[in-house]
Protein backbone atom coordinates (compact mmCIF):
# COMPACT_ATOMS: atom_id res chain seq x y z
CA UNK A 1 0.00 0.00 0.00
CA UNK A 2 1.23 3.42 -0.56
CA UNK A 3 1.77 5.95 1.66
CA UNK A 4 0.33 9.91 1.70
CA UNK A 5 1.69 13.23 0.64
CA UNK A 6 0.77 16.11 2.82
CA UNK A 7 2.09 19.85 1.56
CA UNK A 8 3.01 22.37 3.40
CA UNK A 9 5.31 25.55 2.53
CA UNK A 10 8.86 25.64 3.46
CA UNK A 11 9.10 29.45 3.70
CA UNK A 12 6.78 32.29 4.37
CA UNK A 13 7.09 35.88 2.76
CA UNK A 14 6.15 37.49 5.89
CA UNK A 15 6.30 41.21 7.23
CA UNK A 16 9.29 40.18 9.60
CA UNK A 17 11.15 38.68 6.88
CA UNK A 18 11.51 35.75 5.03
CA UNK A 19 10.63 33.34 7.55
CA UNK A 20 11.31 29.06 7.75
CA UNK A 21 11.18 26.67 10.56
CA UNK A 22 13.32 23.94 9.26
CA UNK A 23 15.54 23.89 12.32
CA UNK A 24 12.81 23.02 14.19
CA UNK A 25 11.20 20.46 11.53
CA UNK A 26 15.01 19.10 11.89
CA UNK A 27 14.55 18.53 14.89
CA UNK A 28 12.00 16.25 14.55
CA UNK A 29 14.02 13.75 12.36
CA UNK A 30 16.60 10.95 13.01
CA UNK A 31 18.70 11.94 9.99
CA UNK A 32 19.04 14.68 8.35
CA UNK A 33 20.59 14.95 4.58
CA UNK A 34 21.41 18.66 3.77
CA UNK A 35 22.20 19.59 -0.06
CA UNK A 36 24.91 21.49 -0.18
CA UNK A 37 25.06 23.63 -3.75
CA UNK A 38 24.30 25.95 -6.48
CA UNK A 39 20.65 25.16 -7.36
CA UNK A 40 17.99 25.28 -10.16
CA UNK A 41 14.95 23.69 -10.57
CA UNK A 42 16.65 20.35 -10.50
CA UNK A 43 17.16 20.10 -6.84
CA UNK A 44 13.10 20.45 -6.19
CA UNK A 45 12.60 17.38 -8.88
CA UNK A 46 15.22 15.03 -6.72
CA UNK A 47 13.71 15.64 -3.58
CA UNK A 48 10.28 15.06 -5.04
CA UNK A 49 11.62 11.48 -6.87
CA UNK A 50 13.08 11.30 -3.14
CA UNK A 51 9.23 11.85 -1.80
CA UNK A 52 7.93 9.51 -4.14
CA UNK A 53 10.21 6.68 -3.69
CA UNK A 54 9.37 6.38 -0.74
CA UNK A 55 5.55 6.61 -0.70
CA UNK A 56 5.82 3.79 -3.44
CA UNK A 57 7.21 2.28 -0.39
CA UNK A 58 4.02 2.44 2.34
CA UNK A 59 5.74 5.24 3.53
CA UNK A 60 3.89 9.08 4.38
CA UNK A 61 5.51 12.00 3.82
CA UNK A 62 5.44 15.70 4.01
CA UNK A 63 6.90 17.86 0.92
CA UNK A 64 7.75 21.74 1.65
CA UNK A 65 7.20 23.98 -1.21
CA UNK A 66 8.97 27.29 -2.48
CA UNK A 67 6.89 30.21 -1.71
CA UNK A 68 7.87 31.59 -5.05
CA UNK A 69 7.28 28.86 -7.50
CA UNK A 70 4.10 26.66 -7.69
CA UNK A 71 4.85 23.00 -7.37
CA UNK A 72 8.49 23.37 -6.44
CA UNK A 73 9.97 21.68 -3.53
CA UNK A 74 12.41 22.41 -1.00
CA UNK A 75 12.51 19.68 1.32
CA UNK A 76 11.42 16.38 1.91
CA UNK A 77 10.63 14.49 5.32
CA UNK A 78 10.20 11.28 5.69
CA UNK A 79 7.69 10.36 8.29
CA UNK A 80 8.10 7.32 10.67
CA UNK A 81 11.40 6.97 9.65
CA UNK A 82 12.42 10.26 10.46
CA UNK A 83 14.52 11.33 7.41
CA UNK A 84 14.88 14.74 5.97
CA UNK A 85 15.86 15.49 2.63
CA UNK A 86 16.66 19.65 2.69
CA UNK A 87 18.25 21.68 -0.06
CA UNK A 88 20.13 23.95 2.42
CA UNK A 89 21.29 26.70 0.20
CA UNK A 90 18.25 28.89 0.45
CA UNK A 91 16.90 27.90 4.24
CA UNK A 92 18.65 29.23 7.08
CA UNK A 93 20.13 25.87 8.67
CA UNK A 94 23.42 24.52 8.94
CA UNK A 95 24.60 20.84 10.08
CA UNK A 96 24.76 21.01 13.85
CA UNK A 97 25.61 17.13 14.40
CA UNK A 98 27.73 15.60 12.01
CA UNK A 99 29.05 12.27 12.42
CA UNK A 100 25.83 11.54 13.96
CA UNK A 101 22.52 12.87 12.90
CA UNK A 102 23.20 15.12 9.89
CA UNK A 103 25.11 14.05 6.83
CA UNK A 104 26.51 16.01 3.99
CA UNK A 105 25.63 16.15 0.25
CA UNK A 106 27.73 18.45 -2.03
CA UNK A 107 26.60 19.20 -5.56
CA UNK A 108 29.14 22.06 -6.20
CA UNK A 109 31.27 19.65 -8.33
CA UNK A 110 28.01 19.00 -10.66
CA UNK A 111 28.52 22.54 -12.11
CA UNK A 112 30.29 23.04 -15.46
CA UNK A 113 32.31 26.19 -14.76
CA UNK A 114 32.47 27.09 -18.86
CA UNK A 115 28.75 27.28 -18.97
CA UNK A 116 28.41 29.21 -15.87
CA UNK A 117 31.44 31.61 -17.45
CA UNK A 118 29.83 31.91 -20.34
CA UNK A 119 26.59 33.69 -18.95
CA UNK A 120 28.28 35.25 -15.74
CA UNK A 121 27.52 38.69 -16.87
CA UNK A 122 23.47 37.81 -17.21
CA UNK A 123 23.94 36.15 -13.66
CA UNK A 124 25.55 38.99 -12.15
CA UNK A 125 22.27 41.43 -13.62
CA UNK A 126 19.85 39.03 -12.75
CA UNK A 127 21.43 38.86 -9.21
CA UNK A 128 21.20 42.51 -8.85
CA UNK A 129 17.59 42.80 -10.01
CA UNK A 130 16.87 40.11 -7.64
CA UNK A 131 18.19 41.46 -5.04
CA UNK A 132 16.46 44.52 -5.57
CA UNK A 133 13.39 43.30 -6.00
CA UNK A 134 13.72 41.19 -3.06
CA UNK A 135 13.83 44.52 -0.81
CA UNK A 136 11.35 45.74 -2.23
CA UNK A 137 9.27 42.68 -1.71
CA UNK A 138 9.96 42.91 1.92
CA UNK A 139 9.38 46.34 2.62
CA UNK A 140 5.21 46.48 0.82
CA UNK A 141 5.03 43.56 3.42
CA UNK A 142 6.57 45.51 6.37
CA UNK A 143 4.33 48.25 5.52
CA UNK A 144 1.37 45.82 5.37
CA UNK A 145 1.77 44.71 8.75
CA UNK A 146 2.35 48.00 10.01
CA UNK A 147 -1.20 49.32 8.20
CA UNK A 148 -2.81 45.82 9.53
CA UNK A 149 -1.41 46.86 13.52
CA UNK A 150 -3.54 49.85 13.34
CA UNK A 151 -6.72 47.83 11.98
CA UNK A 152 -5.95 45.45 15.23
CA UNK A 153 -5.96 48.67 17.18
CA UNK A 154 -9.46 49.73 15.90
CA UNK A 155 -11.22 46.53 16.55
CA UNK A 156 -9.23 46.23 20.19
CA UNK A 157 -11.18 49.11 20.66
CA UNK A 158 -14.58 47.03 20.80
CA UNK A 159 -13.66 43.92 21.76
CA UNK A 160 -15.24 42.02 25.05
CA UNK A 161 -12.42 40.49 26.15
CA UNK A 162 -14.14 38.39 29.10
CA UNK A 163 -17.23 37.24 26.72
CA UNK A 164 -13.85 36.11 24.69
CA UNK A 165 -12.07 34.24 27.59
CA UNK A 166 -15.55 32.91 28.74
CA UNK A 167 -16.22 31.23 25.23
CA UNK A 168 -12.34 30.19 25.55
CA UNK A 169 -13.11 28.02 28.43
CA UNK A 170 -15.95 26.75 26.88
CA UNK A 171 -14.08 25.83 23.56
CA UNK A 172 -11.87 23.72 25.83
CA UNK A 173 -14.50 22.19 27.49
CA UNK A 174 -15.35 20.74 24.38
CA UNK A 175 -12.60 19.78 22.66
CA UNK A 176 -10.93 18.15 25.76
CA UNK A 177 -14.04 16.87 27.73
CA UNK A 178 -12.09 16.23 30.46
CA UNK A 179 -9.18 13.61 28.57
CA UNK A 180 -5.86 13.61 29.91
CA UNK A 181 -2.68 11.18 28.45
CA UNK A 182 -0.51 9.46 30.47
CA UNK A 183 2.58 10.84 28.94
CA UNK A 184 4.66 14.36 27.89
CA UNK A 185 3.12 15.96 24.29
CA UNK A 186 5.41 17.07 21.82
CA UNK A 187 5.28 20.39 20.27
CA UNK A 188 6.04 20.63 16.51
CA UNK A 189 5.55 23.01 13.81
CA UNK A 190 4.86 23.83 10.26
CA UNK A 191 3.52 26.55 7.55
CA UNK A 192 -0.10 26.21 5.52
CA UNK A 193 0.07 29.31 3.57
CA UNK A 194 2.08 32.46 2.02
CA UNK A 195 1.96 34.98 -0.15
CA UNK A 196 3.20 34.01 -3.60
CA UNK A 197 4.09 35.95 -7.29
CA UNK A 198 0.20 35.02 -7.81
CA UNK A 199 -1.10 36.04 -4.39
CA UNK A 200 -2.35 34.32 -1.13
CA UNK A 201 -2.01 30.48 -1.51
CA UNK A 202 -2.41 27.73 1.26
CA UNK A 203 -2.47 23.87 1.61
CA UNK A 204 -5.24 23.80 4.43
CA UNK A 205 -7.55 21.16 2.55
CA UNK A 206 -4.65 18.94 1.83
CA UNK A 207 -3.49 19.23 5.69
CA UNK A 208 -6.97 18.95 7.22
CA UNK A 209 -7.94 15.89 4.65
CA UNK A 210 -7.88 13.13 7.08
CA UNK A 211 -9.20 15.14 10.28
CA UNK A 212 -12.59 14.26 11.41
CA UNK A 213 -13.31 17.64 13.45
CA UNK A 214 -12.15 21.07 11.75
CA UNK A 215 -12.89 24.17 13.45
CA UNK A 216 -13.11 27.51 11.67
CA UNK A 217 -12.47 30.53 13.39
CA UNK A 218 -14.30 33.68 12.29
CA UNK A 219 -13.09 37.06 13.62
CA UNK A 220 -12.04 40.80 13.05
CA UNK A 221 -8.36 41.15 13.28
CA UNK A 222 -6.49 41.72 16.54
CA UNK A 223 -9.49 39.88 18.79
CA UNK A 224 -7.37 37.20 19.77
CA UNK A 225 -7.50 34.19 17.15
CA UNK A 226 -3.83 33.69 17.78
CA UNK A 227 -3.67 34.45 21.20
CA UNK A 228 -6.43 31.36 21.64
CA UNK A 229 -4.72 28.87 19.58
CA UNK A 230 -1.67 29.73 21.75
CA UNK A 231 -3.36 29.07 24.91
CA UNK A 232 -5.31 26.20 23.35
CA UNK A 233 -1.71 24.43 22.32
CA UNK A 234 -0.48 24.90 25.58
CA UNK A 235 -3.38 23.35 27.25
CA UNK A 236 -3.23 20.64 25.03
CA UNK A 237 0.22 20.11 25.77
CA UNK A 238 -0.68 20.15 29.54
CA UNK A 239 -2.99 17.53 28.98
CA UNK A 240 -0.23 14.88 27.30
CA UNK A 241 -1.77 15.52 23.52
CA UNK A 242 1.00 16.14 20.78
CA UNK A 243 0.69 19.43 18.91
CA UNK A 244 1.39 20.72 16.07
CA UNK A 245 1.19 24.46 15.77
CA UNK A 246 1.07 25.82 12.04
CA UNK A 247 2.64 29.28 11.39
CA UNK A 248 1.00 33.07 9.55
CA UNK A 249 1.84 33.58 6.73
CA UNK A 250 2.39 37.06 6.76
CA UNK A 251 2.87 37.50 10.91
CA UNK A 252 5.74 36.25 11.88
CA UNK A 253 4.14 36.65 15.14
CA UNK A 254 1.62 34.75 15.00
CA UNK A 255 -0.34 31.13 14.70
CA UNK A 256 -2.86 30.31 12.34
CA UNK A 257 -3.66 26.98 13.21
CA UNK A 258 -3.80 24.38 15.74
CA UNK A 259 -3.65 20.33 15.10
CA UNK A 260 -4.34 17.71 17.80
CA UNK A 261 -3.32 14.51 15.49
CA UNK A 262 -4.34 11.81 18.65
CA UNK A 263 -7.86 13.76 18.59
CA UNK A 264 -8.16 14.13 14.84
CA UNK A 265 -8.90 16.83 15.46
CA UNK A 266 -7.82 21.00 13.76
CA UNK A 267 -8.79 24.76 14.77
CA UNK A 268 -7.73 27.26 12.79
CA UNK A 269 -7.98 31.02 11.79
CA UNK A 270 -10.38 31.14 8.68
CA UNK A 271 -10.48 34.73 7.63
CA UNK A 272 -8.95 36.15 4.58
CA UNK A 273 -6.91 35.32 2.77
CA UNK A 274 -7.58 31.83 4.06
CA UNK A 275 -11.36 32.18 4.06
CA UNK A 276 -12.73 28.59 4.34
CA UNK A 277 -16.48 27.10 5.64
CA UNK A 278 -17.42 23.97 6.66
CA UNK A 279 -18.09 21.41 3.74
CA UNK A 280 -21.50 20.24 3.34
CA UNK A 281 -21.95 16.91 4.66
CA UNK A 282 -18.72 17.29 6.28
CA UNK A 283 -20.09 16.07 10.05
CA UNK A 284 -16.98 17.35 12.03
CA UNK A 285 -16.90 20.74 10.41
CA UNK A 286 -17.81 23.61 12.99
CA UNK A 287 -17.99 27.38 12.63
CA UNK A 288 -15.85 29.10 16.09
CA UNK A 289 -17.56 32.62 15.65
CA UNK A 290 -15.86 34.92 17.97
CA UNK A 291 -16.83 38.41 15.81
CA UNK A 292 -19.83 38.87 17.99
CA UNK A 293 -17.99 39.68 20.88
CA UNK A 294 -16.31 42.95 19.60
CA UNK A 295 -19.20 45.06 18.29
CA UNK A 296 -18.32 48.19 16.17
CA UNK A 297 -19.43 51.35 15.99
CA UNK A 298 -20.41 52.92 12.42
CA UNK A 299 -17.68 55.06 13.32
CA UNK A 300 -14.77 52.46 13.60
CA UNK A 301 -16.31 50.41 10.35
CA UNK A 302 -15.51 53.41 8.31
CA UNK A 303 -12.12 53.76 9.57
CA UNK A 304 -11.51 50.01 9.16
CA UNK A 305 -13.20 50.33 5.93
CA UNK A 306 -10.35 53.08 4.86
CA UNK A 307 -7.43 51.11 6.68
CA UNK A 308 -8.18 47.82 4.80
CA UNK A 309 -7.84 49.44 1.84
CA UNK A 310 -4.86 50.75 2.48
CA UNK A 311 -3.95 47.13 3.13
CA UNK A 312 -4.71 45.66 0.27
CA UNK A 313 -2.85 48.17 -1.47
CA UNK A 314 0.41 46.99 0.48
CA UNK A 315 -0.48 43.53 -0.54
CA UNK A 316 -1.02 44.14 -3.95
CA UNK A 317 2.44 45.83 -4.01
CA UNK A 318 4.32 43.45 -2.22
CA UNK A 319 2.66 40.92 -4.78
CA UNK A 320 3.86 42.65 -7.86
CA UNK A 321 7.51 42.68 -5.97
CA UNK A 322 7.44 38.79 -5.10
CA UNK A 323 6.56 38.37 -9.73
CA UNK A 324 9.19 40.59 -10.12
CA UNK A 325 11.91 38.90 -7.92
CA UNK A 326 10.44 35.12 -8.90
CA UNK A 327 11.07 35.99 -12.73
CA UNK A 328 14.64 37.00 -11.90
CA UNK A 329 15.07 33.86 -9.41
CA UNK A 330 13.20 31.63 -12.53
CA UNK A 331 15.91 32.91 -14.95
CA UNK A 332 19.04 32.25 -12.91
CA UNK A 333 17.95 29.05 -11.94
CA UNK A 334 17.45 27.84 -15.51
CA UNK A 335 20.69 28.86 -16.20
CA UNK A 336 22.04 26.56 -13.34
CA UNK A 337 20.24 24.11 -14.79
CA UNK A 338 21.86 24.46 -18.09
CA UNK A 339 25.16 24.56 -16.29
CA UNK A 340 24.57 21.13 -14.49
CA UNK A 341 26.44 18.35 -15.47
CA UNK A 342 23.64 15.68 -15.73
CA UNK A 343 25.85 12.88 -15.35
CA UNK A 344 27.47 13.68 -12.34
CA UNK A 345 24.27 15.08 -10.87
CA UNK A 346 22.67 11.51 -11.24
CA UNK A 347 25.79 10.18 -9.35
CA UNK A 348 25.63 12.22 -6.97
CA UNK A 349 21.76 11.78 -6.71
CA UNK A 350 21.91 8.26 -6.14
CA UNK A 351 23.53 8.46 -2.90
CA UNK A 352 19.85 9.26 -1.53
CA UNK A 353 17.88 6.46 -2.30
CA UNK A 354 17.42 3.76 -0.12
CA UNK A 355 18.50 5.20 2.96
Known sequence: ???????????????????????????????????????????????????????????????????????????????????????????????????????????????????????????????????????????????????????????????????????????????????????????????????TPVGARDFLQNITRNLERRYFIKGLPGTGKSTMLKKLAQEALKRGFDVQQVWCGLDARSIDMVILPELKFCIFDSTAPHEYFPAEGRVGDQIVDIAKHCPLTKETEEKIQEIEKEYRGAILHATNYAKLYAEAEKEIRGIVDLATDVSKWKKQSARLFGK
Open 1 to 195: MKGSITKFFGQALTGQGLKDLYQEIAKEAEEVYFLKGIFGFNASNLLKEIGYFYVNRGFDIEFFYDPLFENTVQATFVKGIGILFLQSSKPSIEPTRLGTRDHVISFYDCLDKGILKKHGQRLKQLSEEAEEWHHQLFDALRSAIEIHDEWERQTRKHMDWKALEEHQEELLDQIFDGMLLNKTGTLTHRLFGTL
